[in-house]
Structure formats: C-alpha cells, structure tokens
C-alpha cells in the first residue's frame, strides 16, 4: 500500500472513531424513554459507512488548511453537523426500508428496525432521528475558540437551512417521492434525465448539503464553497452510479442489504440505462470533474481520496 493510501486510512480510521464517540454523546443509551432511545440506537450504530460525516470533516479541514487554519478547530466547527448528518441518514434508511417504501428486511447486516421494533415504532425512530439532528445542530456548537460568538451563530444558522432544504421537499424527501411515484406505476418512467435529477434529490442533495455545511462552518466564502458544492456534486453521482453497479455485482453479505432489488424491481439503474462497463466510465467521469473542482480553488486535503474511496467501495 501506497504511503498516501496509508495516510488516508489512518484519517479515515480515526475520523469514524471520532464521529462513532460524538454520535455517543447525541444519542446516549440511558435517556428516556429507555426503549426509544435503544431503538434509535440500533439503527445508528449498526455499522454505516459514516460517508456524510467524514465529507463535512473533510471539507472542513480542506478549506481550514486553504485559508491557514487549524485541523482541530476545522474539526469542532463541523463535527455537529457531521452527527445531524448521520442522524438524518439513517432516519431515511429506517423510514425507506418501512412496508410501504421500499419494504426491506436487511440493512448494515442487520434485521430493519420494523422487522426488530414494530412498524409503528420504526415510523418514530425516523421521526426522533430527524428531530434530534435539528434540535443538536441548533444548539452546537456553542463556542469554538478563535470564532467569535455572533459570527459562530450565523454559521449554524445557515448549516441548519442548508441541510433543512436538502433533506426537506426539494431534495430527499422530494427524490424520495419521485421514486415512489415511479415504482407504483402511476407515471411515466424515468428517462435518463428524470433518473439523474431523481438521484441528485434523494442522495445527491444531503452528500452536497454534507461537504458544504462542513465547509461553510470552517468559513468557505463564495468561491470555496462553490468549488466544494460542485466536488460534492460529481461525488454523489459517482456514489449513486456505483450504488446502481454494486446492486447488480454485490453480494447480501457484502453489501449488508439486500442485492438485486432494483433489477428484481424493474427500476431504472445505471447499469440498465447504460450497462455496466459505460456505468463503470460515468463514474470514472464524475470523479475527475470532482477533483477538476478541487483543483481549480486550490483545494485538497483529503477530499481527492475521499472521492476515490467513494467509487472504490464494495458496500
Ligand atoms: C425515507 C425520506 C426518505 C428518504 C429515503 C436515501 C434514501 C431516501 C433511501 C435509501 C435507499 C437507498 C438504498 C439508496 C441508495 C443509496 C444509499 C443512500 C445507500 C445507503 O447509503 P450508504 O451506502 O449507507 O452511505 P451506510 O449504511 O454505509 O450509511
């Protein structure tokens, strides 16, 4: 292995630690209702990928070592939103894997939380994911050294409308109901264009809302923060396409859900539209434009591997 793969590892490593330890402390095992409070649990650290956390904590840290800043406090400014992230992920997996979505029964290798706690149940662990990611990102963080108060207190009131409009009607939940409406028949089957923009909401738009609220808490101005939005962007395509070839290539056990439903469903893929090798190609795309991004602000760290890791997953 590489000396710069290593290094990736070892961040990569140490930030899901980081991320897990943070999450710990938004999620506690002893609150009340005991019960709820265990079901949230089971779905948030059933062993996800941590994707959206570590893009905000890359991103950060990407625009802290452009404008001169410290990796620590990069990392304190954008940890909150890194945990809100992930909570909100995983309240759209609970909810996606429910009877009347996509009705799964495996998820991160283990039962969905409907099959283990009841439907009703599931319905408001999703529900207290949700609310819970909004109530921490309105309260942390509270202070950061070297930021002053009011100006601390802008940030988190813009992560908070951006990653609301991500995960809000426009975006996931809108891409949500797309592919929903398009899966009980009752319109038009998607075309490429209709799949692509389907894709940028329900996915797209939280990976997006993830690299930029990490960067704009580090203080991106305009030009950093579009350059990260466009990275973000290529990036959740990459991830959607490979998601798509994985379906088709991957193994249950790999993948930790169960594969082949989107072909068993008849839904449109990458790999349908397209076929593997020229989904594969699209992909390969996706990431050069990722890193063309970059590259054009100045911007690296460990963004440029992040989206490699990205398209080089097996779940
Ligand atoms: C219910 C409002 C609502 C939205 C659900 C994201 C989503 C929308 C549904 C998930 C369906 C799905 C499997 C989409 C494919 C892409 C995807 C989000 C995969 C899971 O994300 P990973 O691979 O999962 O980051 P881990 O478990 O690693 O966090």
């Given at each position: 292995m590489s000396g710069a793969r290593v290094h990736f590892e070892t961040w990569l490593d140490a930030q899901r630690r980081a991320v897990d330890e943070a999450l710990e402390a938004v999620?506690?095992?002893?609150?009340?209702p005991a019960f709820v409070w265990e079901a949230m649990r089971y779905s948030l650290f059933?062993?996800?990928?941590?994707l959206r956390p570590l893009l905000a904590l890359a991103a950060a840290e990407a625009v802290a070592e452009r404008r001169g800043g410290a990796a620590a406090q990069a990392h304190a400014l954008a940890m909150p939103c890194a945990c809100a992230l992930e909570l909100i992920h995983t309240y759209s997996l609970v909810h996606d894997d429910l009877p009347a979505m996509d009705?799964?029964?495996?998820r991160r290798g283990r039962p969905t939380a409907h099959v283990v706690y009841g439907e009703g149940l599931a319905i408001l662990v999703g529900d207290a994911l949700l609310t819970e990611a909004f109530a921490h990102l309105a309260a942390e963080p509270r202070t950061v050294d070297g930021v002053d108060d009011a100006e601390l207190a802008r940030r988190r009131i813009a992560a908070i409308r951006l990653i609301a409009d991500a995960a809000g009607p426009s975006g996931m939940v809108g891409g949500q109901a797309i592919d929903l409406r398009a899966a009980g028949g009752n319109a038009a089957p998607l075309n490429a264009d209709g799949l692509r923009d389907m894709h940028a909401r329900k996915t797209g738009a939280l990976i997006r809302a993830a690299a930029l609220s990490g960067a704009s808490m580090a203080g991106a101005d305009g030009a950093l923060g579009s350059a990260i939005d466009e990275y973000a962007f290529h990036v959740g395509l990459a991830f959607q396409i490979v998601d798509d070839i994985l379906d088709v290539e991957g193994a249950s056990a790999d993948l930790g859900k169960t594969a082949g439903k989107d072909v068993a469903a008849g839904k449109p893929t990458y790999p349908a539209l397209y076929g593997l090798d020229a989904s594969r190609r699209l992909a390969a795309e996706c990431i050069d434009r990722s890193l063309a991004a970059l590259e054009g602000a100045g911007l690296a760290g460990h963004l440029p591997a992040l989206a490699g890791w990205v398209v080089g997953r097996h779940s």
């Open positions: 999620v506690p095992a002893h609150r009340e059933a062993g996800g990928k941590r009705n799964d029964v495996l």
